[in-house]
């Protein structure tokens, strides 16, 4: 069975940093490409950030520059490095592995 666990997130101040993490259980990590997405009060959910098992990476516009994804195999783990955070950022962020896993998400609040 597998299972997605994010943590790391939490009220800051814009400007501010924060590194989010899932933790996976299963076999399935290091093989499957996987996803960061943000869904924000009456707003859809969108993706922020991807990366391959080959470790290549994609971001959406809005985070380009300042989120960084990761993922350590090793750990059965990905990350995301988010700096100069906005208010804007602030979602309920889940993590993913296609097509059908989903993390319950962590709270990023960011105040101006």
């Known amino acids: 069975q597998v299972q997605l666990v994010e943590s790391g997130g939490g009220l800051v101040q814009a400007g501010g940093s924060l590194r989010l993490s899932c933790a996976v259980s299963?076999?399935?990590?290091?093989?499957?490409?996987m996803a960061w997405y943000r869904q924000a009060p009456g707003k859809q959910r969108e993706l922020v950030a991807t990366?391959?098992?080959?470790?290549?990476?994609t971001y959406a516009d809005s985070v380009k520059g300042r989120f960084t994804i990761s993922r350590d195999n090793a750990k059965n783990t990905m990350y995301l490095q988010m700096n100069s955070l906005k208010p804007e950022d602030t979602a309920v962020y889940y993590c993913?592995?296609?097509?059908?896993?989903w993390g319950q998400g962590t709270q990023v609040t960011v105040s101006s």
């Open positions: 299963g076999t399935i990590f290091s093989i499957n490409p």
């Open positions: 990366i391959t098992s080959g470790r290549s990476t």
């Open positions: 993913h592995i296609p097509p059908v896993y």
